[in-house]
């Protein structure tokens, strides 16, 4: 099983700080990595691209190789570090999979029938633990139960406590440090999404860009954000089918400065034929970001009162 690579980090020149615990495995659940002195005021995060599995999570899956590349963000860790490299965007990267727990839910969306227990306050499930992609995935369409057998409430509590709560609150501070320095702060939650449908007569969209429909970030960002892509030919839909997640609506204060949106980028548009590997569309996608996150980082300076271009020493100066 392909594992987050170590190495990819260690060429950038920034400050690195590890967190949390992945239970079974005793290794770091993400890593931050920032440039020493901030220079634009933009945050990436990619919650579902951790490839680091305890054999014993692999031995409980009914079908591992596929079930555990279909829960993964292929491969967008290595985009966001790209864009991270170019643009000197502070960067959060899970390295947890997806398959133990999923990071851009809260942490009270947990399918209690698939630990064999009634929950513990009133009323059902919310939709997204009933459709079986809640805390811990369940199902996957298609495929079906994702588990040999059900798991423990303390096998969902050590995850929370080494691996969710750890990641949004280093989150919350790395978001609340570049509000501070700039005034204000875009965090873009990276993911990736299976090729959308064709709809006859019209082409389908190779970026969603999510905003939890106007909550999570400033409409003057967004518009900046679809304007830059049609600029360059790409067809970007908003919020459907992804509005954004628990990430957005647990981060995001838009009236105090900080936004956040959420981009669902094709994976067909990045990785090679059988959406494994990196393909021959990477460095594009990846230049296409960069450029995105550069203009957004001047954009979110000069709504926090600094200068584009200005770095956070320079104002201080």
Known sequence: MDQNRPELYDSLGVTRRDGGAIPGLGEAAFSILSPAVSRLPVVIAAPH???RYPPELLARMRYPDVSALRLEDRLVDHLA????????????LAHAPRAMLDLNRADDDVDWDML??????????????????GLVPRRLPGMGEIWRGRLSWSEVEARIEGIHRPYHTALANLVAQERERWGAVLLIDLHSMPPLPRIIG???????????????????LVARTFSHFAGRGVLAAHNRPYAGGFALDHHAAPRRGVHAMQLEVDRAAYLDSQL????KGFGA???????????LGAQVAAMGGRRAGETWAEAAE
């Open 116 to 133: 064999g227990l009634v929950a513990p306050g009133p009323g059902p499930a919310n939709g997204r633990a009933r459709s079986g992609l």
């Open 276 to 279: 494994v590997e990196t393909g």
């Open 81 to 92: 570090l790209a864009v991270a490299r170019e643009t000197g965007a502070a960067l959060m």
């Open 49 to 51: 691209g951790g490839r």
């Open 202 to 220: 019209q082409e389908a969209a190779s970026i969603v860009v999510g905003d939890r429909f106007g909550a999570s970030c400033h409409g003057e």
């Open 285 to 295: 996608m990846a230049a296409l970001l960069s450029s995105l996150v550069l203009a």
